[in-house]
């Protein structure tokens, strides 16, 4: 009897796992590098991952994600600081766990495309349960309704901004070992650091949640509804609260025109300080330099993706499993930044960040 039924469970989780779509990981990494340690030290990388059984469809994961898990989870930070750039404009960062012992390693965290503290505090909150570190989150310029008294801004960042940033936290916390998680657009900051940076980087170890890769051919293959929907929410976000700062930008009027994220891409480069789209692209695109990243670092995509597309990942699996310290994991389901799991919808991609970055702590 115990028999059958351990049978008839296991043939029901079966359905329910083809329904779902639930498959082990696929990873792509150099099998002579230090990335394939993490293939047996982290369970998840050797288990299905299990959407939330409502949720396997990825534009329902997505919409769960952006309009109702993150706006009903509310974290208190710290402090949100400003920071006064060299050339006069304004970032910021927003902590949580300012409290800890200084030797408490620091999450450096780059937000998403529109992100904002309230946005990122579910990543934010489940990092620091996972962890117990401290986590700062990096606000870029025009983020979070900071002031913009500077005509310039970048939707994916500037490297130079962020090394201000970095200098900052480590002032503030110098004893702490720094490791690095970026957020979708906020990958395309993280990895052209790391790539300028190569064996410099203050990071021990690094996470990309959901990246698009090359920056200007990325948005090609995003769903049209969402990137028409993301532009508006970029005009929404950075140009109409702040049409006095644009007032002598010459492209401003080009750039309103724009109907999509390609587009608007293709647009902005004088808002974010550059002559010529070709100019602010090589400043900027993350796989220019990628192949100078010499810490370790973990990337996540999930193939059913809507907005960073699994295709645009696909130039790049040859030299990436030649590079010993860059492992891409890859689920089947999981949407865009999403990796809802169980019954309660938590979340599997958090748990998997905070897994790597503590191996990698403790390997020092």
């Not at 480590?170 to 900051?189: D, H, P, R």
Request: with cysteine; glycine share 6%.
């Amino acid at each position: 009897m115990k028999f059958m039924i351990n049978k008839i469970t296991q043939l029901a989780q079966e359905l329910l796992d083809h329904v779902i779509g639930a498959e082990l990981p696929t990873l792509y990494f150099s099998p002579r590098g230090e990335a394939r340690r993490m293939r047996d030290i982290l369970p998840q990388l050797k288990q299905k991952y299990r959407p939330t059984p409502w949720l396997s469809n990825a534009h329902l994961h997505l919409m769960y994600f952006d309009l109702i898990k993150q706006k009903n989870i509310h974290l208190k930070y710290d402090a949100i600081e400003h920071l006064d750039m060299p050339d006069g404009g304004i970032t910021g960062i927003a902590w949580y766990g300012l409290d800890l012992p200084q030797t408490t390693p620091t999450i450096v965290l780059m937000h998403t495309l529109t992100g904002t503290p309230e946005s990122m505090c579910e990543l934010v909150r489940d990092l620091h349960q996972y962890t117990g570190w401290r986590i700062a989150l990096c606000l870029r310029r025009g983020h979070a309704n900071l002031p913009m008294p500077v005509p310039k801004i970048s939707i994916f960042g500037s490297t130079e901004d962020l090394r201000q940033q970095i200098a900052h936290i480590q002032m503030k916390f110098g004893q702490s070992t720094l490791y690095a998680v970026g957020s979708s657009a906020g990958t395309g900051l993280l990895v052209r650091y790391l790539g300028e940076e190569g064996e410099k980087s203050p990071f021990k170890a690094a996470f990309a949640l959901c990246p698009g890769y090359d920056t200007e051919l990325g948005f090609k293959n995003i769903h049209p509804f969402y990137s028409k929907l993301m532009t508006k929410k970029l005009f929404k976000s950075f140009i109409h609260p702040y049409m006095p700062t644009w007032k002598s930008t010459a492209s401003l009027a080009e750039v309103l025109r724009t109907k999509s994220l390609l587009e608007f891409q293709y647009q902005c480069f004088e808002l974010a300080g550059y002559v010529s789209f070709d100019a602010y692209n090589q400043a900027t695109n993350p796989i220019f330099v990628f192949e100078n990243i010499k810490i370790p670092l973990m990337i996540l995509n999930a193939e059913d993706d809507p907005i960073c597309c699994i295709r645009n990942f696909d130039p790049y699996k040859e030299a990436i499993q030649k590079m010993p310290n860059i492992m891409v994991v890859t689920t089947k389901k999981g949407s865009h930044c999403g990796f809802y799991e169980g019954l309660h919808a938590v979340s599997w991609s958090a748990r998997l960040i905070s897994d790597y970055l503590m191996a990698e702590e403790k390997s020092m």
